[in-house]
């Protein structure tokens, strides 16, 4: 996995400025008022900081972003970086700025001379988040040195508990955007499993259900889709129980880990990008990592459904009927439509065994969203407003977009069937809501179910505030803070 940066918080020692070598960062609020780390650093570059806080340049600069001075005078440092932040920022400022940070920070160590600034672990916490690349499959440069971070900061042993939490949600991010970014030849559905299994070790249960369990239990639906790829299907549940004795949150990724569009193949333009779409299914073992890793005191199943799209000689037919573990008969009208035929099946199969509390799920399910919301917001669909409020707030929180879209029978319709009980496409008007709808067939009357299509946000062309361009690990914080606000018990967490 892509190790986060290696972030410490260090003592207050204002004779060690001087000689920091990489980078040396201050935070500096709008009207120029330094602290005692700040004014070292001032006296030494001779009033540098001062002169350019009282700049128009100063007086432009946006809130969160920094100016950056090379090679100052009177410090061995390569560069003094001065951020512009208020006392009073808002945690999600403060993470902006740790993010700018990430941005100019190099390959070398950076220093952020924090002092009593409130939000420190904020500034931690947007660098950390920002500080990613994937260079698994890049030559490697072995001169160069591993980047890290120090804060000094008056309250070393306090911050590096206030972050400790934020320090397994990145882990958690990481662990989302490595499974995504991996090429479909890296990453099929056997080296999926095996990450996931490997999740063993931090106390999940981890099951790997095979082909011919999957075909025991009916789901035919899933295993249609995998028939013409030489990766057999899998379904992988991984189990957290850190909470008392009641029914778990649910958790369901479509992990579909290349998508052809069978034989309703693809276009050639920009199929590369279907290499993503296991975004749900990375999603979703990237916050049972999270979890696991800080002990949240709650009980979540995590399952998803590995399948590989192709087409072959015996891959599923245009026209072919084919039927879910439920019950229910599906018309395959369009093989590309594949992702919903995959979580038909393991949307059942959590409600069979695991009786949960609430259902969510998520899924790079339609282009049509992207047609709608573009790349900011994740569409929202659901079964239950208040469900669907609580996790819009724990996304407005953690500045993630998210956008609820409606449901309701009209759009039902048109998934009616002549030979099926339904056909797995209503048509292009309205997709990603069609899609939804079928995916609300096989939610039990009654179970709380939120439907997150994630093709927009999962990964991105262009750098987000947060990532670099590619896998984002977009939901991975918002499901956390859902958790947290609305799931965990009071007590101790029981490991395992
Ligand atoms: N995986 C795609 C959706 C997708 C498209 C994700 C673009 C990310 C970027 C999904 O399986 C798919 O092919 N959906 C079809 C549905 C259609 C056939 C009803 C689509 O969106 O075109
Ligand atoms: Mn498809
Ligand atoms: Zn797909």
Excluded at 108 to 130: M, Q
Excluded at 390 to 395: I, N, S
Aim: glycine share 12%.
């Amino acid at each position: 996995m892509t190790a986060p940066l290696d972030i410490r918080f260090i003592d207050m020692d204002i004779e060690a400025i001087a000689a920091m070598e990489g980078r040396v960062a201050v935070l500096l609020p709008p009207d120029g008022k330094m602290d005692k780390l700040a004014r070292r650093a001032n006296r030494l570059t001779r009033g540098t900081i001062e002169r350019l806080s009282q700049s128009p340049r100063w007086e432009k600069l946006e809130e969160g972003k920094l100016v950056e001075i090379a090679m100052p005078g009177g410090m061995e440092a390569d560069a003094l970086l001065v951020v512009k932040l208020d006392r009073r920022a808002t945690p999600a400022l403060a993470r902006k700025a740790g993010a700018t940070l990430a941005g100019a920070m190099g390959t070398g160590a950076l220093h952020v001379l924090a002092a009593s600034f409130a939000k420190a672990g904020d500034v931690s916490y947007g660098l950390a988040l920002r500080a990613y690349t994937f260079d698994a499959h890049k030559k490697k440069d072995d001169e160069a040195p591993a980047g890290k971070a120090t804060f000094m900061v008056a309250k070393p042993e306090a911050l590096a508990a206030e972050t400790a939490d934020m320090a397994a949600v990145v882990e958690g991010v990481f662990f989302t955007r490595d499974l995504i970014n991996e090429p479909s030849n890296v990453l099929g559905t056997e080296d999926f499993a095996a990450r996931l299994a490997a999740m063993g070790e931090l106390g999940l249960e981890v099951e790997i259900l095979e082909e011919d369990e999957l075909e025991k239990l009916g789901m035919r639906t899933l295993l249609a889709v995998g028939m013409a790829s030489d990766m057999p299907s899998k379904v992988v549940v991984m189990r957290w129980n850190g909470g008392g004795d009641e029914a778990p949150l649910a958790l369901v990724g479509k992990g579909v880990t290349f998508d052809t569009g069978g034989i309703s193949l693809k276009p050639a333009g920009g199929m590369e990008d279907m290499t993503m779409d296991m975004g749900g299914a990375g999603t979703v073992a990237g916050v049972m990592r999270a979890i696991a890793l800080r002990g949240a005191k709650a009980n979540v199943v995590g399952l998803v459904g590995l399948v590989e799209n192709m087409p072959g000689g015996n891959a599923q037919r245009p026209g072919d009927v084919v039927k879910s573990m439920k019950g229910d008969t599906v018309e395959v009208i369009n093989t590309d439509a594949e992702g919903r035929l995959v979580l038909a099946d393991v949307l059942w199969y959590a409600q069979d065994r695991f009786a949960p509390s609430a259902i969510i799920d998520l899924a790079t399910l339609t282009g049509a969203i992207i047609i709608a919301l573009g790349h900011e917001h994740a569409g929202v669909f659901s079964n239950d407003d208040d469900f669907a409020s609580r996790l819009l707030k724990a996304a407005r929180d953690e500045g993630e977009g998210a956008w609820q879209l409606p449901m309701g029978p009209a759009y039902d319709k048109k998934l009616k069937s002549r030979v099926a009980d339904m056909k797995n496409v209503g048509g292009r008007d309205g997709g990603s809501i069609t899609a939804a709808q079928f995916l609300q067939r096989f939610v039990k009357d009654g179970t709380p179910w939120i439907h997150l299509d994630i093709a927009g946000t999962a990964s991105t062309k262009s750098a987000t505030d947060f990532a670099p361009a590619g896998a984002t690990g977009w939901g991975v914080r918002t499901l956390d803070r859902l958790i947290r606000d609305e799931y965990e018990v009071a007590g101790d967490a029981d490991e395992g």
